[in-house]
């Protein structure tokens, strides 16, 4: 029959050919939401539209703990650390608005804001660290720029 070679029969046989099958398939009907976020993402450029209400706060910190460390980049090489870490939390922008944040990661980050929001850094940066320790897959990313970040800041007394 024309279906020779799909059937569960080859694909259970391993080979490249189910394999290959179903990757082609896959490129034919691109997935509904994109994997990540684009490339040259920023907080600026970040589609924040879709964020739920109760995690609206956490962009505002964030927000602000950039705007408040921007005048500290003064050589170029801070500048360009400060366009990473915009990446970055762009990045987790981005991915609070698609959903892709567990929900308790989402629980720290608002931990780790409300501590921010009280200029609390010592408190914020241990949330920080127990994410480094418990979700570093996830997080990775956007933690390695909160950590700079909250450094600065605490530095700015």
């Not at 003064?74 to 609070?96: Q, S």
């Not at 929001?117 to 994410?131: C, F, I, K, S, T």
Request: aromatic residues 4%; positive net charge.
């Amino acid at each position: 029959g024309a279906m020779h070679g799909y059937g569960p029969a080859a694909a259970a046989a391993g080979g490249m050919g189910g394999a290959a099958a179903a990757a082609q398939q896959q490129q034919q009907q691109p997935p509904q939401q994109p994997q990540g976020p684009p490339p040259h993402i920023t907080m600026a450029t970040a589609d924040v539209a879709q964020v739920p209400a109760d995690q609206k706060p956490i962009l505002g910190t964030l927000n602000n703990l950039y705007s408040a460390c921007m005048p500290l980049a003064n050589t170029p090489a801070r500048k360009r650390e400060m366009d990473d870490n915009g990446r970055r939390l762009g990045g987790l922008f981005w991915k609070l608005n698609a959903g892709q944040v567990s929900s308790h990661v989402v629980q720290k980050l608002l931990q780790m804001c409300a501590a921010l929001d009280a200029g609390n850094w010592p408190a914020a940066q241990h949330v920080q660290v127990e994410l480094t320790a418990s979700d570093w897959d996830e997080c990775g990313v956007w933690l390695t720029a909160l950590k700079r970040l909250i450094k600065i800041r605490q530095s700015m007394g």
